[in-house]
């Protein structure tokens, strides 16, 4: 039988998977996705899901205490997310981590692949440290258990630029650029904005970093203008974040629908070119060189404009039709390269 792979991209927000046996064509069309809320917590913290037929959390056990995962924040009573880059060490990580596990169609995956903000990927205490926590047999539930043989651990967006070699793989001329040229990736997620520069394939440490000017201030600049406006309260980031999650263009807001978009673009406007600055500053490329760049992350849309301006040069930037899934989808073709290599050996 072939290998069992998982892709599984651990966010602040959103956790976003991607799971399969390797498949002949080493893509990612035939395996399981799925994007989920990480809002974990204690059930004695977790409001009643009873008579709301949507909620999807999962139930697993952390460290011997039952707790949910894949839970709404808002449906969390005494929320207290992790907005810090000890987040992998936490238990609400843990718990996203042992439900991601309980989504795979095997017990055994025989390789892992998931990845760190820039600044936390450099740092080879950590890497170590989220190696020895998922590696290993899992009991994800009373009756079944969950092996996993191998965790790879890679900077979250370089998998953006193993998604994006994958697209183009058919396109000579895209492909020589790639082996030649310069690529800059950059990856607004919730709590940071990560960028990697990469020549053919190799990270250039010294042009990579993170900001914290990422999509979280986005979220709350723009619910604070949504708030002050309708006369609503502190439910509307819960209800901004999850309308994104959903793909909804609208939330409520005492009572109204209110269509977020132009506030989260207002509010990206400053803050993404705040977040660019720092990153332009921090790179050490010959003349700001991209040859290709690229954006992936639940932010790409909003920080689109603010990585054009710092790259006005550059004749090929790429963007996914789905830019959340992209560093799990990333992580899984990575995964699956791994695997068919130990196979051929």
């Known amino acids: 039988m072939s290998a069992y792979v998982m892709g599984y991209d651990v966010g602040y927000s959103n956790a976003k998977g991607v799971a399969g046996y390797v498949g002949k064509d080493q893509g990612f069309a035939q395996a399981k996705k799925f994007v989920r809320p ?18 999807r959390r999962v139930p697993v056990s952390v460290d011997g205490e039952d707790w949910y995962a894949f839970i709404e924040p808002a449906m969390i009573m005494r929320d207290k997310r992790e907005l ?36 936390e990927a450099m740092k ?27 965790v790879v651990v890679r900077p979250q967006p370089a998998a953006a630029f193993v998604r994006m070699v994958y697209d183009h793989s058919a396109d000579k001329r895209m492909s020589r650029i790639v082996r030649e040229g310069q690529t800059v990736v950059v990856d607004p997620g919730f709590f940071s904005v990560d960028w990697v520069t990469l020549k053919a394939g190799g990270i250039i440490k010294e042009s990579s970093g993170t900001s914290i000017r990422a999509m979280y201030r986005v979220i709350d600049a723009a619910a604070e203008a949504i708030s002050r406006e309708y006369g609503a309260g502190g439910a509307v980031k819960t209800a901004l974040e999850r309308a994104m999650r959903e793909g909804d263009p609208e939330l409520l807001a005492n009572g109204e629908f ?22 332009k500053s921090d790179m050490a490329l010959q003349d700001n060189v991209a040859d290709i760049l690229v954006l992936a ?6 920080y689109e404009d603010a990585a054009r301006e710092l790259f006005p040069e550059c004749r090929h930037v790429v963007t996914f039709d789905n830019s959340v899934t992209a560093i799990a989808e990333g992580y899984f073709l990575l995964g699956q390269g791994i695997a068919s290599q130990a196979a051929a050996a």
């Open 84 to 119: 810090n880059y000890d987040y992998v060490s936490t238990k609400q990580y843990k718990a996203s981590f042992l439900a991601g596990l309980m989504m795979a169609e095997s017990n055994v995956i025989d390789v892992l692949v998931t990845g760190l903000p820039v600044s």
């Open 38 to 55: 990480v809002g974990a917590a204690p059930v004695n913290d977790c409001i009643d899901a009873e008579n709301n037929v949507d909620d």
């Open 297 to 302: 992350g639940g932010g790409a849309h909003l």
């Open 124 to 150: 080879e205490d950590k890497v170590k440290e989220l190696i020895a926590m998922m590696e290993g047999e899992h009991q994800v539930a009373p009756k079944r258990t969950v092996t996993v043989k191998k």
């Open 258 to 279: 209110v269509e977020y978009g132009p506030y989260l673009e207002a509010a990206a406007q400053k803050i993404s070119r705040y977040a660019l600055a720092q990153m």
